[in-house]
């Protein structure tokens, strides 16, 4: 005669059954599925929140980072001590033959005070070669009105439509840029004043670089700021970004002496750990959402353990093992957990996805800047999506929902059947 089997197999179909018999409201305990739709909604937000925020912050820093390293140099060089860099082209044509060197860029760099009849404004004035500001992607790429063809015999400037738009200058129009590094006199520095038109207007998507850059030719910038054939620095582009201490130490080892090499990582190192300090502390305050999330599963599934304590003794008398019980209510409140999550990942992917677009809707409908450029630098909302990052937030998200079960399905397995049954 076959013996009956005293326990079903792990996560049988009557396990399943179960648990997702349990998930689904009753009339008369309609409530146990409003806290199970509780905590589905608990993980669900803080998933939610925690990859768009993660999101945005890493937008902030990939803009920043491009826009910072597109414009100015991995590596400036130097003279030590800060002396006017005389014979910079042979300096130039050497370090060109390190390896891993893209392009050396000569560079004058000074204050003026671009005006015209209707407004005054501070500029950031540089002095660059033609094939130089070409090696620019962040300029050559976003001329928006006029060309940088012959800029190096133009003697015209190349400003941002931010300082177009305030001075109201269009190409053709004249700057008339003042410097107070003029002259020298018997009665001492006199300020050097000259217009110059406007040869070419560009939009690099940061306000404060649109509304302070001007670039200059070379040759023209020497004469304005005095600096006879010397240049300020030279800057130096690079392969790879990254690993730029190595490339920078190759160019120290190049045998050029009286030179003072700095990278981008140190002159930019107090901002960029400030970003990185924010974005690790974003993470971990939008991390306890979760972790409240799945104290929702807890409590959701510890009551519903109590209403089921019936069912679960019939269960246990008819021969249901105590991992059979375990394993329903685990599944139960994991269904919850992953559901919640991948519901979560999904909508914060498709949110990072038009983040531009509906900040923009949200802004026309409630009839407010909701992100101002002259405050955040950068013109559009960004969103870069790191998969390293967004996988650790749905892992952390499911291991908590699965951790949030155990103890009280192991409650569930544990309760005694005469008990249970006791006053039925």
């Known amino acids: 005669m076959a013996t009956l089997p005293t326990d079903t197999r792990p996560f049988s179909p009557f396990e399943w ?3 997702l018999r349990y998930l689904r409201a009753r009339r008369e305990r309609g409530f146990i599925s409003v806290l199970a739709l509780f905590s589905f909604l608990g993980i669900l937000l803080g998933v939610f929140l ?9 937008g902030f820093r990939k ?8 414009l100015n140099g991995h590596v400036i060089v130097q003279k030590v001590g800060g002396d006017d860099f005389d014979g910079y082209a042979a300096v130039a044509e050497r370090l060109k033959t390190v390896a891993g060197v893209k392009h050396v860029v000569p560079l004058i760099e000074g204050q003026a005070m671009a005006s015209t009849p209707h407004l005054a404004l501070a500029g950031l004035v540089r002095g660059i070669e033609e094939d130089g500001i070409k090696s620019l992607s962040l300029i050559a790429n976003n001329v928006r009105f006029g060309t940088l063809d012959g800029f190096d015999t133009s003697e015209g400037i190349a400003i941002g439509t931010r300082l177009a738009n305030s001075l109201r200058v269009n190409v053709g129009d004249p700057v008339t840029l003042v410097s107070p590094r003029g002259a020298v006199t018997p009665f001492g520095t006199a300020p050097r004043i000259k217009p110059y038109k406007v040869a070419a207007i560009f939009e690099m998507g940061m306000s404060e670089y649109d509304r302070t850059m001007i670039f200059m030719p070379l040759a023209e910038a020497q004469r304005y700021f005095n600096k006879g054939k010397a240049v300020d620095v030279l800057e130096v582009f690079v392969a790879d970004p990254d690993q730029v201490a190595e490339h920078a130490a190759l160019m120290r080892g190049a045998g050029i002496p009286g030179l003072h090499f700095s990278d981008w990582r140190q002159r930019n190192e107090s901002f960029f750990t400030v970003l990185e300090v924010e974005r690790n ?19 959701g599934l510890i009551m519903l353990v109590k209403d089921k304590g019936r069912e679960i003794g019939i269960l246990r008398t008819m021969g249901a093992s105590k991992g059979a019980i375990m394993r329903v209510f685990l599944i139960t409140g994991t269904s919850i957990g992953v559901v919640g999550t991948l519901t979560g990942a999904g909508l914060a992917l498709l949110f990072c996805w038009r983040i531009d677009e509906i900040r923009q809707f949200v802004a026309w409908v409630t009839n407010t800047n909701l992100f101002n450029p002259e405050v955040y630098y950068l013109t559009r909302l960004p969103a870069d999506i790191n998969a390293k990052t967004t996988a650790t937030i ?11 079960t155990l ?7 544990k309760l005694d059947p005469v008990e249970a049954l006791r006053y039925e």
């Not at 803009?63 to 597109?70: A, D, N, Q, R, Y």
């Not at 749905?394 to 949030?404: D, E, Q, W, Y």
């Open 17 to 19: 059954m179960l648990a």
């Open 50 to 58: 925690l990859i768009t925020v993660m999101a945005v912050m890493n």
């Open 63 to 70: 803009e920043l980072f491009s826009k910072i390293l597109g």
């Open 281 to 299: 502390m974003m993470f971990i305050i939008l991390s306890v959402v979760v972790v409240v999330a799945a104290f929702n599963i807890i409590s």
């Open 394 to 404: 749905v892992l952390m998200a499911l291991t908590l929902s699965v951790l949030a």
């Open 407 to 413: 103890y009280p399905s192991w409650r569930a397995s």
